[in-house]
């Protein structure tokens, strides 16, 4: 169906006598049906998940690459992202442990200052070894005293005749023999203060090897020892002290005569 244009005045000055324009046919263009089918169309491709509309000249296959591309870095970031978290846990662990031997160190010192290097404990070791170093000087003394005591009396006991006087001399050394045995009594206090001295040591060298446990054991440390120089001289660079039973060194009979020979 086509529809005459009407010619409008301003058209007629400007135009003059130009032919009429070409009548508008209604039915070349796109009809009612054809517009509602594209619609529906387009809705089901929306709805459906349908081949992506290309827009502003860039295809399908540029958008899908760029995607691609975008997913990629964004996985390798992520990627990036856990090692780093990785690494954090294991830092965080290990400050745990090295915050957990500091915490157990430090209350071994406090048990070892309270209990041992401090207070009542160490004023005992003192004491009782500084009874020791007494009770073994005044026992020696008295031990020195008597045995003079006798050899004077023997000496005496050759020379007198008189029963009266032997009988005298022969009860001063008995005496004097008696108190020797009497001194020897020290040994026993020794021992008794010895003992207790020793629980005292063996609990510091308990609660020191247990701190050496918490930083690697006795292996570890002796890495970190620094090496021993000895810095005396003259005499007591010679005065090492009596040496053990079980160590080393030990002059003999034997090599005492050969510096003789």
């Known amino acids: 169906m086509s529809i005459q244009r009407k010619r409008f ?24 049906h054809d517009i509602m089918s594209e619609l ?50 294991k830092l965080k662990v290990e400050l745990d442990l090295i915050h957990n031997a500091i915490d157990q160190t430090k209350r071994e010192i406090a048990v070892l200052h309270t209990k041992s290097f ?19 000087e005044e026992a020696t003394q008295q031990i020195l005293e008597a045995a003079e005591a006798i050899d004077q009396a023997a000496t005496a006991l050759g020379k007198v005749t008189s029963a009266d006087q032997q009988k005298a001399l022969s009860e001063e050394i008995q005496e004097r023999v008696i108190s020797i045995f009497e001194a ?35 292996d570890a440390i002796k890495a970190h020892v620094p090496p ?25 009979q034997d090599d005492i005569d050969a510096m003789f020979n």
């Open 9 to 32: 005045r301003i058209e007629e000055l400007t135009l003059g006598s130009a032919p009429p324009l070409a009548p508008i046919d209604c039915d070349s263009g796109p009809t009612h």
């Open 40 to 89: 529906r169309a387009i809705r089901a491709q929306i709805v459906g998940g349908g081949q992506p509309i290309v827009a502003s000249g860039i295809g399908t296959q540029e958008i899908e690459a760029s995607t691609a591309d975008e997913v990629a870095e964004a996985r390798a970031l992520l990627a990036q992202y856990r090692a780093q978290i990785e690494q954090c846990e």
């Open 118 to 136: 401090s207070g009542e404990e160490m004023a005992r070791v003192n004491g009782e070894l500084g009874a020791v170093v007494g009770g073994t």
């Open 184 to 218: 020897c009594n020290f040994q026993d206090l020794t021992g008794q203060r010895i003992s207790k001295v020793m629980q005292t040591m063996k609990f510091i060298e308990h609660h020191i090897v247990v701190m050496m446990d918490i930083w690697g054991g006795v």
């Open 228 to 252: 021993v120089v000895d810095n005396r001289e003259g005499d007591a660079k010679l005065l090492n002290g009596p040496r053990a039973l079980g160590d080393e060194g030990h002059a003999s």
